[in-house]
């Protein structure tokens, strides 16, 4: 196993799981966020970005004490940025979602 080909596996492992928390946290688009994710490389990012934030904001809540706040809530916007822009894309790209099948009975 070649390194590179290591790096690329973790990243889609990553963001795969980053695709899977954001299908919970955000179920009113899980299907259109789970088109967009099959259709779009460029998502993955996101996903992975995701999925590395959320898991520092978990270990960060985890810590006793609350000198830590201040990255907990830096975390906290991260997360939430990063949904923002999740909805963002998947409302722009509307088009590539819908039209077949949509309309059937």
Not at 16 to 34: E, F, T
Not at 67 to 77: G, S
Request: net charge negative; hydrophobic share 35%; glycine share 8%.
């Amino acid at each position: 196993m070649g390194r590179d080909g290591g790096t690329d596996r973790n990243g889609k492992e990553t963001a795969q799981r980053g695709l899977w928390r954001l299908m919970l946290k955000l179920p009113a688009i899980r299907g259109k966020l789970q088109i967009l994710a099959a259709k779009s490389r460029s998502l993955n990012e996101l996903f992975e970005a995701y999925e590395e934030a959320s898991l520092a904001l978990e270990r960060l809540m985890r810590l006793p004490g609350d000198e830590h706040c201040p990255m907990v809530a830096e975390y906290e916007t991260i997360c939430a940025e990063i949904e923002s822009d999740i909805i963002q894309y998947v409302l722009e790209h509307r088009s590539d979602v819908s039209g077949r099948g949509e309309d059937s009975r």
